[in-house]
Each structure stands twice: as C-alpha cells, then as structure tokens.
C-alpha cells in the first residue's frame, strides 16, 4: 500500500483469539498424553501379565545361551556338545548311586515282624524275580540265606539282628565266605536303606551264595576255658 510521496506503508497482519497457537505448559501436557494412553482401548491387545513373564524368562534363556554359545569352544556345537556330556554325567551318576534326594536309613532288623521259613523266602524271591523286581528279589533272597543259617544252627535265632550282623556272625564260621557275605549284606543295605535298585547280577550272585552256603559245613572251634582240664 502506497501512502503520501510514493513510500510503501508496512501492513501488520491482524490476529484474532482463534489464530493464536496454544502454548500448554509441559507438565500438563505429559499429564494430560497419559491420562489419555490409559485408556484401555489403547490396550486390549497388549499382553497379559503371564505372557510378558514368559517372555522376558525365554529372553532371558535366549540371552544366557547366546553368551554360552560364545564363550564355549566350537561355538553352538560346542555347547550342545558340552550340554550332552553334562547329561550323560548325571544320569551315570544317578544310576550308580541311585536317586540323590532319597534319606538313608539307619539299617533295621532283617526280618522285621516275618516269621516266614527260609523256603517261603526263596519262594517270594523267585516270584519277584520272575516279574523282575530285582531289589524285592535280593531282599527276600538274603532273608531266605540268613533264616536257613539259623535253620541249620549255625546262626542262633536272633530278634532285631540286622544283614550286617548276621553276615558278620556267619563269615566267622564260614570264612571261606565272608567276603561275599559282606558282599551280600551291604547289597541288601543300599537297596533296602540307601535308595539304590538292584539288578539281575545282584540277585543271581546272592542266588549263589544261598546254594554254596546250605552245602557248607561251618568251622565251629571249641575252646577250653583256662584250668579246665585236668
């Protein structure tokens, strides 16, 4: 716009209420985008609370396993590999020595309230073994031995006398066996007390001992006591 001598006039714009921009605060703008993000329409299909545990535990795994896989040699393989020895371990382990978490017991009488005869023993053992329940088969099998010692007065019957002492009191008069008496009690023990599972051999050997010991004669030593004679 022109004015008076040919000079332009500078025009200023005129603004009203509505042109004016707002300017909010930033504090009540953060409360107020909150307020309306808490919607729950924003939300219906966000994860539940047990979807986002699952995925932060397998993060987590992905996670430990990555660092693993780097640090193992050979990489992936490597770890897999070492994964597997580790497994082979503990199940050779568990298998030798039985199930960890089972509690020892303090060994008890043999026979417990029984008052069966060395033939019914033998019998009850023979019928566990034939469904292959090999630890019930060595348990009635050792019971059937140390009745048939005390059958044949080699052992006198004895309440509350546990494998360990029967064997004990058997190898001293038939000590060509001892050791496999030993032998038998202990396997008795760890099956019967200590949580560990027989197996076949176990019970065959016991088999065998039971067969050698009814033919064997015990050394019973007769001693004079000090000024007896004469």
């Known amino acids: 716009m022109r004015g008076a001598g040919g000079t332009t006039a500078a025009v200023r714009p005129t603004w009203t209420d509505q042109d004016i921009p707002v300017d909010t605060p930033r504090v009540p703008a953060r409360e107020a985008a909150r307020d309306e993000l808490s919607d729950p329409m924003y939300h219906e299909h966000d994860p539940n609370l047990l979807e986002r545990g699952l995925d932060r535990f397998w993060n987590w795994i992905g996670d430990l396993f990555s660092d693993a896989a780097g640090a193992a040699p050979g990489g992936p393989l490597g770890l897999v590999v070492l994964v597997l020895a580790v497994v082979g371990l503990v199940a050779a382990l568990w298998w030798r020595l039985g199930t960890p978490w089972s509690p020892a017991r303090s060994p008890e009488a043999l026979f417990g309230n029984t008052a069966r005869s060395a033939a019914d023993h033998r019998t009850a053992a023979a019928a566990h073994a034939e469904a292959r329940r090999w630890t019930e088969a060595v348990?009635?099998?050792?019971?059937?031995?140390?009745?048939?010692?005390?059958?044949?007065?080699?052992?006198?019957?004895?309440?509350?006398?546990?494998?360990?002492?029967?064997?004990?009191?058997?190898?001293?008069?038939?000590?060509?066996?001892?050791?496999?008496?030993?032998?038998?009690?202990?396997?008795?023990?760890?099956?019967?007390?200590?949580?560990?599972?027989?197996?076949?051999?176990?019970?065959?050997?016991?088999?065998?001992?039971?067969?050698?010991?009814?033919?064997?004669?015990?050394?019973?030593?007769?001693?004079?006591?000090?000024?007896?004679?004469?």
């Open 139 to 230: 348990q009635e099998r050792m019971r059937a031995l140390v009745r048939s010692l005390e059958d044949r007065a080699v052992l006198d019957p004895r309440p509350g006398r546990t494998a360990d002492e029967a064997a004990a009191e058997a190898g001293r008069l038939m000590s060509a066996h001892a050791d496999r008496l030993r032998a038998a009690a202990r396997a008795f023990d760890d099956v019967t007390y200590g949580g560990r599972t027989a197996d076949e051999a176990t019970y065959q050997a016991l088999c065998t001992l039971d067969l050698e010991l009814e033919a064997a004669k015990p050394s019973l030593a007769t001693s004079t006591a000090p000024g007896a004679a004469g």
